[in-house]
């Protein structure tokens, strides 16, 4: 009886995790991720942060964004309190010098918002991955998002090479998900206990 219980909790619980987040390994393609404002994007298949990654080349004294594709696009109320992240590393070696790599441009039909989520001289030019995180407030333009971009410009010059991998936004998972797979791990011990 414990086996027939377990594939529908472990379905109902995979399903939960998957609608709380929307991610971007690039594993096997750039899916659907470009880039604009002077940035030659190139998707690379191995040597990522755990696989495929897009690499962008700085070819015009404009801030090059990453744009993400229109499935990115909508109602991101589930996501007010998670976090938006990605991983980065810095290819050639420039010096991170210019500050606003890593600034986030979230519009909406509420407005937009600019947040700054990288420290100034990063990513570091020592050829590692790097994790960036931010928490996301309950803004407004959560409701309907329109357009969101990622400032990949690190140097202050036209020569850098920045590689970006692991674009995700998560939520908060919500307590009753929670309790919901507690409450089911522990009626599959129970029933495991009287075997």
Do not use: C
């Not at 609608?19 to 470009?34: K, L, P």
């Not at 991101?76 to 309190?81: I, N």
């Not at 210019?98 to 100034?120: H, L, R």
Request: proline letters at 5%; aromatic letters at 10%; glycine letters at 12%.
């Amino acid at each position: 009886m414990a086996r027939s219980l377990l594939a529908p909790f472990v379905a109902v619980a995979l399903s939960l995790a998957t609608s709380a987040a929307m991610a971007a390994s690039f594993n096997t393609d750039a899916e659907g991720w470009t880039t604009s404002n002077g940035g030659a994007q190139v998707w690379m298949a191995s040597g990522g942060n755990g696989g495929g990654w897009l690499q962008v080349t700085d070819i015009t004294d404009d801030d090059f964004l990453l744009n993400a594709p229109t499935a990115w696009l909508g109602n991101w109320s589930a996501f007010a309190g998670g976090t938006l992240s990605f991983d980065a590393r810095n290819i050639n070696g420039d010096a991170p010098d210019w500050a606003p790599f890593g600034e986030v441009t979230i519009i909406g039909a509420g407005g937009g918002v600019v947040f700054d989520m990288v420290a100034a001289n990063n990513p570091p030019a020592d050829g590692q991955w790097h994790h960036y995180s931010f928490v996301l407030p309950s803004w407004q333009v959560l409701a309907n998002v329109t357009s969101l971009t990622i400032k990949g410009e690190f140097h202050a010059g036209v020569t850098e090479v920045v590689g970006i991998d692991n674009i995700q936004v998560t939520a908060v998972p919500e307590p009753t998900h929670a309790a919901l797979l507690l409450g089911g791990l522990g009626l599959l011990a129970a029933l495991r206990r009287r075997r």
